[in-house]
């Protein structure tokens, strides 16, 4: 990510343009604690069901991050290309009629665990359609609109999902966002078998401050799940934020360059009840298209990452991770992804 995309008065939006336009957006259903709870990403991919953060896609030029844009350089040195399983593939691609493919594929190293899919966005004006299909026959749609109104954009959408080997039946949820510098919110609304109410407000005061609030309502059980107040600061070199949730826990998060290569950074749970964990890292940059990450957990397992951009739509991760506790006899991982997009 260059020092350019790193202020957040520079980062997109979640109303994504063009091929993002209908997209799935991961961001919108995760626990702030790092249990994935969503259904789907921007290709129709569904999460991983181990413990992961948010990772927002690189967003609009001139545009306000979203919530989970908070602490986005550290989440890109600390995250980004760790869990890939044994191999990663998706792609995108767009026609010249507004329509876009999509595709992937991933696995664990075994058999069980292959999981694929389709999709197809296709865009008139405001109005957008997508339909997705997984290989675990769990089907989704959505319509919406995205245009400009009161001066900002606004994005209201019905998304609804059917899985046909399972027992959760049709799900659906209506979907909608309003953007207006310096403010921004959004939110998930339940409609029909879906126990969650979320949605967050956030506002940039200047240029490289961001202020958030986001809460997580349990419909059934009539009450919250979560509440996290969140500011970050960025200006280009240094990165700091801060998550403070259900007004008992503290998270925080530490980026810093070190010259044009060398990078650190630090994610921790500073203060609270639950479990304290963490992850100390850096990065170092060979040149314009390559890059090395490192990192070890508070649990000794280290992880190493070697990424590179074989051009502008296509991104390769390697990743190699083990305990240090045992670095011969204990767990190994080792992961390949491919990306592209066109």
Known sequence: ??????????????????????AEDDTDDT???????????????????????????PLLEGEMPTFFHIGIL???????????????????????????LSSFARAKPDCDTILGGIGTRYKLGPLFLTHDWQTDNIVGTKVGILN???????????????????????????????????????????????PKLMGYVLAQPLDNWVLAYRAVYDV???GFDKHAVCVGYTNGDTEVGLKYENFQDLRGSLFQR???????????????????????????????TALVKAKIRQDCHFGLVYQIKLAMSTEILYHFGFNAKDPINGPHKLGVSWNFKG
């Open 1 to 22: 990510m260059s020092r350019r995309n790193t202020r957040f008065s520079r980062f997109g939006s979640v109303f994504r343009k063009r091929r993002r336009e209908g």
């Open 31 to 57: 626990d702030e604690s790092g249990e994935s709870e969503n259904q789907g990403n921007e290709s129709g991919e569904p999460a991983y069901t181990e413990e992961e953060e948010v990772m927002p896609p």
């Open 74 to 100: 550290a989440k890109e040195c600390l995250i980004h290309g760790y869990k890939i399983g044994a191999w990663h593939l998706s792609t995108l691609s767009k026609t010249n009629k507004d329509i876009d």
């Open 148 to 194: 400009k109104a009161a001066g900002g954009q606004i994005l209201a959408l019905l998304r609804g999902s059917y899985g046909i080997d399972n027992d959760d039946g049709f799900k659906l949820e209506g979907r909608f966002g309003f953007e207006r510098s310096p403010l921004k919110t959004e939110i998930i609304a339940p409609i029909y078998n879906l």
């Open 220 to 222: 059934d059980n009539m």
């Open 258 to 288: 070190l010259g044009e290569k060398w990078a650190v950074a630090l994610k921790a749970n500073l203060y609270g009840e639950g479990e304290k964990k963490f992850a100390v890292g850096g990065q170092y940059r060979i040149n314009d």
